[in-house]
Structure formats: C-alpha cells, structure tokens
C-alpha cells in the first residue's frame, strides 16, 4: 500500500474555489490510480472523481462535473483536486485514495486511505 495525506481543506465563501492535494508515500505511486470521496455529518461516504494511473482517463459524479478537475503529477507524488465554484452542499471532510492501476468510482475498491481534510463552504 501507499501512505496519503490530504492537505488544502479550509473555509470558503460559496462560489470560491480550493485546491485539495493527496500526496503520496512510496516509489509505485505512479501505478496508482487515485480516487477522491466526501462525506457530510449524517450522510454516506460520496464518490467525488477519480483518475487512472497514466492520468489519461478522469470519473467525476455528476454534481461535481465542470467544477471540479482531478490532475496529477508523478514527480510530484501528488494528485490535485480544483474545486470551482463551491457550493454549500459541497462542505465534507474529503478524502483521498489509491489502488494499484485500475480506476474506479467504487470506495471498497481502493485499500489505502488519507485521514481527510475538510473542506466548509458558507453561504
């Protein structure tokens, strides 16, 4: 597995933007594809975006779609996450996850886990 820490969470005024970084511990992050999730008090952990191990390929769920841009340098060991124009229904803790090469939208499909940072908008 691969350690991942999110950072870049804070208080923003709704239509302002963020951006979440995951970085990563480990010579094959690389191999990784990388998923983003968020969860709101009460509420079930919400696929956000992913993107495949190349970067080629990105999954968004709809609500975040033309807001949100998933991108991701290698040399870096990080994967980013750009929110535009945030909403109020976007406050979660968000949190970001790897698996060895295949992308997905499924949360039991990814094994390693960042503790989450969160992200509040205001009205």
């Known amino acids: 597995q691969v350690q991942l820490v999110e950072s870049g969470g804070g208080l923003v005024q709704a239509g302002g933007s963020l951006r979440l970084s995951c970085v990563a511990s480990g010579r094959t992050f690389s191999n990784y594809a990388v998923g983003w999730f968020r969860q709101a008090p009460g509420k079930e952990r919400e696929f956000v975006g992913s993107?495949?191990?190349?970067?080629?390929?990105?999954l968004y769920t709809d609500s975040v779609k033309g807001r949100f841009t998933i991108s991701r340098d290698n040399a870096k060991n990080t994967v980013y996450l750009q929110m535009n124009s945030l909403k109020p229904e976007d406050t979660a803790v968000y949190y970001c996850?790897?698996?060895?090469?295949?992308?997905?939208?499924?949360?039991?499909?990814?094994?390693?886990w960042g503790p989450g940072t969160q992200v509040t908008v205001s009205s």
């Open positions: 996850a790897a698996r060895l090469y295949g992308n997905s939208a499924r949360a039991e499909d990814f094994g390693s």
């Open positions: 993107i495949s191990w190349r970067g080629a390929t990105t």
